[in-house]
């Protein structure tokens, strides 16, 4: 694996990817140092980027799944649930077809039924 620094910068760079350096600073002094990530803290940085992606679509099917759970009771036998709540729900379930985060362009929740 490649794994460098740049000594001016501290700027490390594993595999072609960049990792800024860490800022310290001493609490007596004042004084700032920036210190380069080693090899194994860039390694797992990268394990962190790489799976940013599977951790934000799993926080918006959490929420979803929030939202769902919360009309749930609507589709016991004994309540007739309105075409209203039948399409928010609907909208809920395919909201990840549309969107991986909710940080996404444009991303926004259905909005409850009023009736």
């Known amino acids: ?4 620094v ?3 910068t501290k ?3 594993y595999n072609g990817d960049t990792f800024p ?3 310290r600073t001493n609490a007596q002094t004042g004084k700032t140092t920036l210190i380069s990530k080693s090899e194994a803290e860039c390694i797992e940085v990268k394990k962190l980027r790489d799976n940013a ?3 934000m679509l799993n926080a918006l099917r959490l929420k979803r799944n929030g939202l769902l759970a919360q009309t749930d009771w609507m589709g016991s036998s004994d309540v007739t649930m309105s075409d209203a709540w039948k399409k928010y729900r609907q909208e809920l379930r395919d909201i ?3 969107f991986k985060s909710m940080s996404d362009k ?3 929740f259905p909005e409850k039924p009023t009736e």
């Open 11 to 13: 700027v490390a760079t």
């Open 53 to 55: 992606p599977n951790e």
């Open 1 to 4: 694996m490649a794994y460098s």
């Open 21 to 23: 350096p860490t800022q």
């Open 106 to 108: 444009d991303f926004k």
């Open 96 to 98: 990840t077809k549309t």
């Open 6 to 8: 740049n000594e001016d």
